[in-house]
């Protein structure tokens, strides 16, 4: 006894090659790849002797050829697009499948159709939350239909898709805003870098490279302190401390060692968190403003007010040559000493004042010296206080003179008294 088991096999056959499609379109993202890998199945199928997938215009409604196999070279460039009206169109946004015989084609397609022998063709949408995204067409020039058990598996076929053109979608405008997103960061002529928690590199920019004249696989994973001098180390612990509170966001200035030898940077660092509030990534730019702090330097050590510049937290940052000497400071490293404690006569409640107030002057006893000083609020490009400038002069001798001048004037008025008590005491 003989029993036809053709339907079987082929049944085996479809599920085999569902199950091959199905594992690798999960590990392509490309639309030509997953083209690609769909034609080499469906190629496969009792039948199928063309096919070519189609995008559907979101905006307009047409479709536009992505890909195909088989299909000759003239004959694809005139199924390359249709509009929103065309019968093509219409049958690749359709809720279900459509199969027809070329001869049931509109006069022009059926001609075209009948010029390369094709005799069935079917349409199969692919869609995504409902939504018409791609279609499959294929095209048989051997059969005048496809079997009902191809038809399933090319509905099987076109679920599975998409999905699979959805994500490549997501990942190809995620890779497009990337794109642009690096052109924009690599056009600037700011240094910008991202680091880990830990402080490694995990993104360097053109003009990081260049600046320090590294190669961009050579700082990734390495950590970012070595560009800096030991001395700034201190400064920056302190900021990128800041970063874990509200806002969230720093300014300072600092050198870098770089290709051209120390330079003077503006630094504005972001820290990015996650859900749990730990820090996650430091994304920073900077500019170098070496220039600037050599001008700044040379006016205020060729003056002789005293000046110095302090962190919002109020640790000294510079100090001009005037200031430390005047204070008794020369030769001494004042980096990131508390202000109160460099200029000992400030008090805790001048200290809150000059926070409170964008200007404030106030006179002091500091290491021996008498000095009156004015601040003033240096804001950071965020709006937030970013230090303190202060200008101060030296009032010693001028206080001596008014010490004498008043011990003088004592003398004399006690010298009056004793005269006029001595009068008294004759004429009694």
Known sequence: MMRDITARKEAEK???????????????????????????????????????????????????????????????????RFGNDAPQSQRARAQSPTCFRASEATRETRVLYESEGVHAVAVFPIRFENHPVASLSVASKTRDGFPPFVQKALESVAVQLGGSFARANTLDALRRSEARYRGVVESQ???????????????????????????????IGNTADVYAYDDDLPTLIVHFEKLLEAPHRVA???????????????????????????????????????????????????????????????????????????????GTAVQDMPLNEFISGLSPDQFEEMRRSTRLEASTAARGAHITIATSTIFGLDGNIFGFLGLGRDITEMRDHEERDNENRMYEAFGRMASMVSHEIKTL
Request: hydrophobic share 40%.
């Open 252 to 330: 300072f200035e600092t050198r870098a060692r770089t290709a051209a030898g120390p330079r003077w940077f503006r630094w504005e660092a972001c820290a990015f968190l996650d859900g749990q509030r730990k820090l996650v990534e430091v994304q920073t730019v900077g500019r170098d403003v070496t220039e600037l702090a050599h001008e700044r330097n040379s006016q205020s050590e060729n003056t002789s007010d005293l000046v110095v510049i302090a962190s919002e937290s109020g640790h000294v940052w510079f100090a001009n040559k005037a200031c430390l000497s005047t204070l008794g400071c020369a």
């Open 189 to 219: 002529g700011e240094l910008i870098f991202r680091c880990d928690d830990a402080g490694r590199f995990t993104f360097v920019n053109d003009a990081m490279c260049r600046t320090l004249g590294k190669e961009a696989a050579d700082m």
């Open 14 to 80: 479809i599920l085999e090659l569902e199950r091959h499609l199905g594992i690798t379109l999960n590990t392509v993202t490309e639309m030509k790849d997953i083209c690609r890998t769909v034609f080499d199945v469906v190629l496969q199928l009792d039948g199928v002797d063309w096919a070519a997938v189609y995008l559907v215009d979101e905006k307009e409604g047409g479709i536009e050829l992505l890909d195909h196999r088989n299909l000759p070279t003239e004959f694809a460039k005139r199924v390359a």
